[in-house]
């Protein structure tokens, strides 16, 4: 717990005032003076906000079970959220919108997204696409960016601050080293600048046979989830910034159906 606090950037007594506990008592548990009930060790994961995930590596540690389950995206138990990602991503047509796990990989898209990037890349992307790794590779989306730079600072940002408010997630790590090891890539990149200012919306620019795409992107999660896969789960849509891109975008003719579960989005 102590871990988290510092992540959060917490004094004990500030920690202990929100969670509305004796700092004498929060002083005890960090120090393993005093062993933590299952309800403490879940009071204090709330008030520091700590993911599902390594809220159940807390209880384990603690010497509980763990709280909260993982299901698979096409679990039988979340037939209701797929009937709710399938209306988000129908209704996002003929703009690209996708469904990302925390390593940033596709699970679900409408038809919009896979069309839209096979255009650009002239190609469809073998298994499961990568969001970061695509818009970091020169053999995939970076050389199709206006804006890369920009871009591609915006995206490590975001993943060096995944990497510590995640906890420690190897996944996330290992995609932040590989991408950083890409040819070109600037150095500065690798500093973790968690100060910075997270955009509220990202801009990107996209350039094809004469033709620019300027989109800005939202990301959102859903609310309150009880479940790791949904808490972790991200909806990333792209909207036109101006009336040449939704020109553009209608003109391919990018409207069927949402693809979601074990699909390849990318096909």
């Given at each position: 717990m102590q871990y988290w606090r510092k992540t959060?950037?917490?004094s004990?007594?500030?920690l202990a005032t929100e969670a509305e506990v004796s700092p004498r008592h929060l002083c005890f548990l960090e120090t393993g003076r005093a062993r933590p009930s299952r309800d403490m060790v879940m009071l204090l994961a709330s008030a520091l906000d700590v993911p599902?995930?390594?809220r159940n590596a807390l209880l384990l540690a603690a010497g509980f079970a763990p709280a909260f389950g993982e299901s698979s995206l096409d679990a039988p138990e979340l037939s209701a959220v797929r009937m709710a990602l399938d209306a988000i991503l129908r209704h996002h047509e003929p703009f690209p919108a996708v469904?990302?796990?925390p390593r940033w990989d596709v699970v679900a898209s409408n038809e919009a997204a896979p069309r839209f990037f096979e255009?650009?890349?002239g190609r469809a992307t073998p298994g499961p696409a990568n969001v970061v790794r695509m818009m970091f590779d020169p053999d995939a989306l970076r050389p199709l960016v206006a804006n890369w730079e920009e871009v591609a600072e915006a995206l490590i940002r975001r993943i060096h601050r995944e990497a510590v408010s995640g906890g420690r997630d190897e996944a996330t790590r290992q995609l932040l080293d590989d991408v950083l090891a890409l040819p070109n890539v600037p150095r500065?990149?690798?500093r973790p600048n968690l100060e910075a200012p997270v955009l509220?919306?990202?801009p990107v620019s996209f350039r094809k046979d004469g033709r620019t795409f300027s989109f800005f992107s939202t990301v959102t999660t859903l609310g309150t989830p009880q479940d790791i896969t949904l808490q972790e789960m991200r909806i990333e849509c792209f909207f036109p910034s101006d009336s040449e891109t939704d020109r553009h975008i209608r003109q391919l003719g990018l409207t069927r159906g949402p693809t979601t579960g074990s699909d390849n989005?990318?096909?």
């Amino acid at each position: 717990m102590q871990y988290w606090r510092k992540t959060r950037q917490m004094s004990q007594l500030a920690l202990a005032t929100e969670a509305e506990v004796s700092p004498r008592h929060l002083c005890f548990l960090e120090t393993g003076r005093a062993r933590p009930s299952r309800d403490m060790v879940m009071l204090l994961a709330s008030a520091l906000d700590v993911p599902l995930r390594e809220r159940n590596a807390l209880l384990l540690a603690a010497g509980f079970a763990p709280a909260f389950g993982e299901s698979s995206l096409d679990a039988p138990e979340l037939s209701a959220v797929r009937m709710a990602l399938d209306a988000i991503l129908r209704h996002h047509e003929p703009f690209p919108a996708v469904v990302m796990n925390p390593r940033w990989d596709v699970v679900a898209s409408n038809e919009a997204a896979p069309r839209f990037f096979e255009f650009l890349l002239g190609r469809a992307t073998p298994g499961p696409a990568n969001v970061v790794r695509m818009m970091f590779d020169p053999d995939a989306l970076r050389p199709l960016v206006a804006n890369w730079e920009e871009v591609a600072e915006a995206l490590i940002r975001r993943i060096h601050r995944e990497a510590v408010s995640g906890g420690r997630d190897e996944a996330t790590r290992q995609l932040l080293d590989d991408v950083l090891a890409l040819p070109n890539v600037p150095r500065r990149f690798r500093r973790p600048n968690l100060e910075a200012p997270v955009l509220p919306v990202l801009p990107v620019s996209f350039r094809k046979d004469g033709r620019t795409f300027s989109f800005f992107s939202t990301v959102t999660t859903l609310g309150t989830p009880q479940d790791i896969t949904l808490q972790e789960m991200r909806i990333e849509c792209f909207f036109p910034s101006d009336s040449e891109t939704d020109r553009h975008i209608r003109q391919l003719g990018l409207t069927r159906g949402p693809t979601t579960g074990s699909d390849n989005p990318s096909r």
